[in-house]
């Protein structure tokens, strides 16, 4: 693949450097390219507070949820257009021609038309979507069709998230899962002393050792994690989609009426960390109000854990801690494109508790790699699932070790190199070599 690249260089662009899978995976991914023999950077647009909330609009209509603030018209284009015309005269300063540039998600496409006129190899890569082509949906792909023409490949990670207009045009859909390494901090082998040094580095679990770290996280909880309490976890960022607040009311409805001894950990990164995601604090802020509200002996079982992302180690080792120390983990997404925080359970062995939703079910099948809610609104049945799990520790190993072993096969990241080795290869297909002499 270095050969074929020759001198040309491989962009990815998008528009946060950290918080959400697409950053962690942009990490991973360029340094593989770069350890490879190719030569790949990566490279963030920022972007004003309007431009991101449209782009979070777009976000949450391409999963097929309703829109609040209504049609996307035209002040919603000038706005997407006048940041990424502008982002694109930048990112033009940057590169050469004949070079190849993958742009992810919403936030980035409105730059395909600019830089394939620049004479750029093109290709999007659409990290959410839906199976499910609603009004909604549609409108949306409407919205970004003028940007779709321009890139030669659009990449997705299934199929069915593919608008149909573009599947009918031959060789313009690729099919890319995303991937974990199994290598980063993240995922590395840590002992159970590690963990709770780190748990108790946040303020998380109390017990011998340092004391809490200052700056690395804000908790809110009554008291900390006993060192042998059950746990159930979900990190996810503070996103209506991820339905953190559900899973609050599952646990305090249904599960912990049944076990006293349980606790949850809700977890996700520090608001103010996140520029394109503008309804972290909110949701946080939301949440922290149904944990007041909460019954006194259930509230001190629940724990709200804001990591902060500005030292990318720490929040790496904190999310590894929790997803080992935890018996259960738990993805209660009411959608979901792939779900790399269920990923990283599978490869820690974890028994998981998830909605059937999105990527969640390319990756977990109902009683053999996990357990599968498949109404995400459903909380008895999600209360049922957590406690038989929470009951039957030969289960949680049973499903532990077969998501481990397929989460090896499927979705590690040496398997998503090779996969963007072949999209390159097409997208050297696609151009005459003319353009890149
Ligand atoms: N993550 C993190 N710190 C947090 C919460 C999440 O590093 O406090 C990471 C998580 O480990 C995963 C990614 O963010 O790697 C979330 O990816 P996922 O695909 O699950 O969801 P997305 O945020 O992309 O919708």
């Known amino acids: 693949m270095a050969q074929a690249l020759a001198q040309r260089t491989v962009w990815h662009l998008n528009s946060t450097a950290r918080g959400g899978g697409v950053a962690d995976l942009l990490e991973k991914a360029i340094g593989l390219h770069n350890e490879s023999g190719l030569r790949a950077r990566w490279l963030v647009l920022a972007g004003d507070a309007e431009f991101f909330a449209v782009t979070k609009r777009l976000h949450h209509r391409l ?17 997407y257009e006048t940041t990424t015309s502008r982002q694109a005269r930048e990112v033009l300063e940057r590169v050469a021609p004949g070079d190849l540039c993958v742009l992810h998600d919403p936030q980035t496409l409105g730059l395909a038309p600019h830089l394939v006129a620049a004479g750029l190899d093109v290709a999007w890569r659409c990290h959410i979507g839906t199976g499910a082509h609603s009004a909604v ?33 031959q060789g ?14 993240k995922n590395r082998p840590m002992t ?36 042998d309490a059950p746990l159930v976890l979900q990190v996810s960022r503070w996103d209506p989609l991820k339905d953190m607040a559900g899973v609050l009311r ?11 001894d349980v606790h949850l950990v809700l977890a996700g990164p520090d608001p103010d960390d996140i520029p394109d995601d503008p309804e972290g604090a909110r949701i946080l802020h939301e949440l922290r109000g149904a944990w007041e509200a909460l019954d006194g002996p259930v509230r001190s079982r629940v724990h709200l ?15 590894n801690a929790l997803q080992r120390r935890a018996d259960v983990v738990v993805q209660k997404s009411l959608r979901e494109g792939f779900g790399l925080t269920v990923t990283e359970a599978m490869w820690k062995g974890k028994a998981i508790v998830a909605s059937a939703v999105g990527g969640i079910t390319d990756q977990i099948r109902d009683g053999y790699e996990g357990t599968l809610v498949r109404d995400p609104h459903d909380l008895p049945a999600f209360g049922r699932a957590l406690l038989r799990l929470l009951a039957e520790s030969d289960l949680r190993e049973r499903y532990g070790t077969a998501a481990h072993r397929r989460c090896t096969k499927e979705f590690l990241i040496y398997r998503e190199f090779m996969d963007y080795c072949s999209l390159y290869t097409g997208l050297l297909q696609e151009t005459p070599a003319a353009t890149h002499s």
């Open 250 to 260: 599952g646990f305090a409805g249904h599960v912990a009426p049944v076990r006293d």
């Open 172 to 185: 313009k859909v690729v099919v890319l899962r995303p991937s974990i390494d199994p290598a980063a901090r």
């Open 305 to 319: 854990v804001s990591l902060s992302l500005l030292d990318a180690d720490a929040n790496a080792d904190s999310v």
């Open 63 to 79: 999963h097929g949820s309703p829109d609040p603030v209504g049609p996307l018209g035209a002040a919603e284009r000038e706005t």
């Open 192 to 227: 159970p002393a590690a963990v709770h040094d780190r748990l108790r580095a946040i303020g998380l679990q109390a017990g011998p050792g340092r004391p809490a770290a200052a700056g690395t996280a804000r908790i809110v909880q009554d008291r900390p994690l006993p060192e």
């Open 137 to 169: 949906v549609r409108d949306t792909w409407t919205f970004l069709e003028p940007y779709l023409r321009a890139p030669a490949r659009c990449v997705f990670s299934a199929e069915r998230y593919a608008p149909p207009g573009l599947l009918r045009q």
